[in-house]
């Protein structure tokens, strides 16, 4: 529960303007549009902000390891991580699940 609402509160204080710019460097693999341009790389357009925080602070800290993204993650700082939370989450999606 604590964490949940830290993991908000971080979000609540993203800056989407701030987070397009700095996913310049993430746009090779994940794309400025959030529609990831490599095969093993996921979409991050839309997702949940408070998933994309805990995802890259868990990068960070060791949690979750990825050859490429624990290397992108070392480097961020918290205030990057809510700002590429809230520019990511803020793309809008439509989905159109199977008939
Ligand atoms: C060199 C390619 C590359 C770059 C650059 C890169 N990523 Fe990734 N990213 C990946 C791959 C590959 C994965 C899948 C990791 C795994 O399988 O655990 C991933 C996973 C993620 C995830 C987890 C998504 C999920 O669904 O769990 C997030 C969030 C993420 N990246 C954000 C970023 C952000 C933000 C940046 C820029 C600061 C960035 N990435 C830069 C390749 C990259």
């Known amino acids: 529960m604590a964490v ?4 908000a509160t971080a ?3 993203g800056d989407a303007a701030a987070g397009r710019k700095k996913a310049l460097q993430c746009q090779t693999c994940h794309g400025l ?3 990831a341009k490599l095969p093993d ?3 991050l357009a839309g ?3 408070v998933y994309l925080v805990k ?4 990068f960070r800290s060791g949690a979750r390891r990825n050859d490429m993204m624990s290397l992108v993650a070392a480097k961020l700082s918290d ?7 809230a520019y990511y989450g803020s793309i809008r ?3 159109e699940p199977p008939k």
Request: proline share 7%; net charge negative.
């Open 11 to 13: 979000v609540a204080q």
């Open 47 to 49: 997702q949940n902000p």
């Open 55 to 58: 995802a890259l602070q868990d």
């Open 79 to 85: 205030a990057d991580i809510d700002d590429l939370a």
């Open 93 to 95: 999606i439509t989905v």
């Open 33 to 35: 549009d959030g529609m």
């Open 4 to 7: 949940t609402f830290h993991a």
């Open 41 to 43: 790389a996921p979409n």
